[in-house]
């Protein structure tokens, strides 16, 4: 099996969010820019409509050229499973709303099971 397919197919949210050392923008888009070459236009349709479907576009639209790293604990899960490989086909969750509290847990939930 070719280990670049099964990666474009395959999301994983670890239990503690650990971005790449990129603004936020770019972490959201490796999923999508990584499943093919797509057009600037398409990929920030790809990062806003990941960042909605988290629930996190109002909060972060103004903030996506910071750098991932200064993200709050709350917004880092649903920001890293925004950018969890651009709607893979399977997602893997490591214990993503751990030591988060139950308002952030109930968000993050939602996120993934709406």
């Given at each position: ?69 200064r ?37 993050i ?6």
């Amino acid at each position: 099996m070719d280990v670049s397919d099964v990666r474009r197919r395959v999301g994983m949210v670890f239990q503690k969010s650990n971005p790449f050392p990129k603004v936020s923008f770019d972490n959201v888009a490796y999923g999508p820019t990584r499943k093919r070459h797509q057009q600037e236009a398409v990929v920030e349709e790809a990062v806003e409509r990941s960042l909605e479907h988290a629930a996190l576009w109002t909060e972060v639209k103004d903030k996506l050229h910071k750098p991932a790293s200064r993200c709050r604990r709350t917004a880092a899960t649903p920001l890293h499973r925004a950018g969890a490989g651009g709607e893979p086909e399977v997602l893997l969750l490591d214990e993503p709303c751990s030591a988060l509290d139950p308002i952030a847990t109930r968000k993050i939930e939602e996120c993934f099971f709406n």
